[in-house]
């Protein structure tokens, strides 16, 4: 079965500091999508940022950005000059086929 | 445009009890997906369909039933609710062209 691993139940960083999330998937799919979902204390899911796998380059969305190892199955999250708004619980998700696989989810705590 | 409608948001049911929770699209998604989400699990895959009349289990299916009988409805059916029903769900589309899920608002069940 598929899976997706946050290691990281909890996290906190200061405001306008860098936070990176981590993830790691697995997959025997040669092509496929990773996705970072974002659910602030609203509960709305959010898309933050996604990344095609045959894409050698890391994606980026503003201060968002994601480090793609895809050798070693890894799905990173960098948060850049992090605002009291990204506080939040982040998901990191696969896709398999035409169905997403989520991560446990990692709390995002940023403090003034 | 709408997106994802679901209904109710919230709900206490007591042991026992039916319901069924309501999920609306107006984008002419064909795939639609119900998840959970529990503390620390992140969301779990209950039913999805890939189209009107089409319907499949995903991971958690026990206790809950789907019907697709249009492009726009999906709703999800509780009978006999039981306490470990208590959760958040999730309706969502697959939006296509690797952009994952557009999620609705969610429903907060509870059942005592």
């Known amino acids: 079965a598929q899976t997706v691993t946050q290691s990281q139940p909890e996290m906190s960083v200061q405001e306008a500091e860098t936070v990176t999330l981590s993830c790691t998937y697995d997959t025997s799919e040669n092509n496929y999508y990773l996705f970072w979902y974002k659910q602030p204390p609203s509960r709305q899911m959010i898309l933050v940022i996604r990344?095609?796998?045959?894409?050698?380059q890391n994606a980026t969305e503003n201060r968002f950005s994601v480090n793609f190892q895809k050798a070693a199955k890894s799905f990173s999250l960098k948060i850049s000059d992090s605002q009291l708004g990204d506080t939040a619980m982040y998901f990191c998700?696969?896709?398999?086929?035409?169905?997403?696989?989520f991560g446990a989810g990692t709390i995002l705590r940023v403090k003034s | 445009n709408a997106g994802v409608t679901q209904t109710p948001k919230f709900r206490i049911l007591k042991i026992g009890q039916s319901m069924t929770l309501q999920c609306t699209q107006d984008m002419n998604h064909n795939y639609m997906y119900w998840y959970r989400q529990d503390p620390g699990m992140g969301l779990k895959l209950i039913y999805y369909?890939?189209?009107?009349?089409?319907?499949d289990k995903g991971e958690v299916p026990n206790g809950y039933n789907v019907s697709r009988s249009t492009t726009e409805d999906f709703p999800l059916r509780l009978e006999l609710a039981a306490p470990s029903q208590t959760s958040v769900y999730f309706c969502a589309t697959w939006t296509g062209g690797g952009y994952g899920y557009t999620f609705g608002s969610g429903t907060r069940l509870t059942v005592v």
């Open positions: 369909s890939v189209g009107a009349g089409i319907t």
């Open positions: 990344q095609e796998a045959y894409k050698q």
């Open positions: 998700a696969s896709a398999r086929g035409n169905k997403l696989v």
